[in-house]
């Protein structure tokens, strides 16, 4: 029950790429990886910020090794080239995080026309699953964890029809919607590589109610607004710092117990110690999966090839 940073293992020899890794949860997972001698890959939009973030871990893991990757998750052309640049430096990855996200935040489109919220947190991210795939099965036991939240328990399947909501926008429609996403996603790609005789595993988790620029930059998109402002406040004042948000997504990554296809959150919904928690929703979850596969490979033209 009390699992924390302290129980991570070494991580000598392994290299780790962490998406959104300048700030918040992506910069607490960073540093925890770093101090356990991973060779860490922060894959971060601001570049500048992404410097700031490599100062601030270099306080408590001077000898970290941490290499930097321009990545846009809103375009499929700087995913391309973010995967190109790890591609060539590394033969073998053996953990991938997919930690970055946007939420709540008004109607905007990604530079491919995708629904923000969906192509950043969700499709962004498969398309960098796919192209980084070949890494992770070479690695002897790579893990995916993708990072979802409680919001994806009020989230609607993808509508293959309408995956960006177009005429049906709402913030949190949107945002509910890319969550139950990455959840679909995280189990789904279990299913693919177990299928696949996969040494890989896929695992998800939630942060809780976590208390990081994200409520900030909600807040400041929507000039204000009354709910975003709600779960700002709420952050603030209950929930757990980004180091305590981000030992969920730590402890799917680094648990030698841990498991392809399991889910870790904290114990007490939103707050507390991380544990693996159950997968709910099950009735149509296949069907909702295979739509998002079809979807997610519609819009981004990329497969994800699990055979090695």
Excluded at 17 to 23: D, L
Excluded at 73 to 86: E, F, H, P
Excluded at 90 to 97: A, F, G, I, K, T
Excluded at 125 to 136: K, V
Aim: net charge neutral; aromatic share 4%; glycine share 12%.
């Amino acid at each position: 029950m009390g699992w924390s940073v302290a129980d991570i293992p070494d991580q000598s020899g392994r290299t780790a790429v962490v998406t959104g890794a300048n700030g918040g949860l992506g910069l607490e997972t960073a540093r925890a990886l770093g101090e356990n001698d991973a060779h860490v890959v922060m894959a971060s939009r601001n570049q500048a910020k992404a410097e700031d973030a490599e100062d601030e871990i270099r306080t408590t893991a001077p000898h970290a090794a941490l290499e930097h990757v321009e990545l846009d998750l809103g375009s499929l052309a700087s995913v391309r080239a973010a995967a190109a640049k790890i591609l060539a430096a590394h033969e073998r990855v053996d953990l991938l995080v997919n930690n970055a996200g946007v939420m709540g935040i008004p109607e905007r489109a990604t530079d491919d026309g995708f629904e923000m919220q969906f192509g950043v947190d969700h499709l962004g991210h498969f398309a960098l699953t796919a192209l980084l795939l070949p890494a992770l099965l070479r690695a002897d036991a790579a893990r995916v964890v993708t990072v979802t939240s409680t919001a994806h328990h009020i989230g609607r399947p993808v509508n293959p029809d309408n995956p960006h909501l177009r005429g049906r926008y709402g913030p949190w429609r949107a945002y509910s919607q890319a969550k139950l996403a990455n959840f679909h996603f995280g189990l789904g790609l279990h299913r693919r590589l177990a299928a696949a005789g996969a040494a890989a595993a896929s695992l998800i988790a939630h942060p809780g109610l976590s208390h990081t620029e994200l409520q900030a930059v909600s807040v400041e998109e929507t000039g204000g607004g009354l709910s975003q402002r709600f779960f700002h406040g709420l952050a603030g004042s209950m929930g757990m710092s980004a180091a305590g948000g981000a030992l969920s997504q730590l402890r799917a990554a680094t648990d030698p117990g841990a498991s392809s296809g399991e889910f870790y959150g904290p114990l007490f919904v939103n707050n507390g110690p991380p544990v693996r928690k159950p997968i709910l929703r099950r009735l149509g979850m296949q069907r909702a999966i295979d739509r998002l596969w079809e979807v997610s490979e519609r819009e981004t033209g990329l497969k994800l090839e699990c055979r090695a």
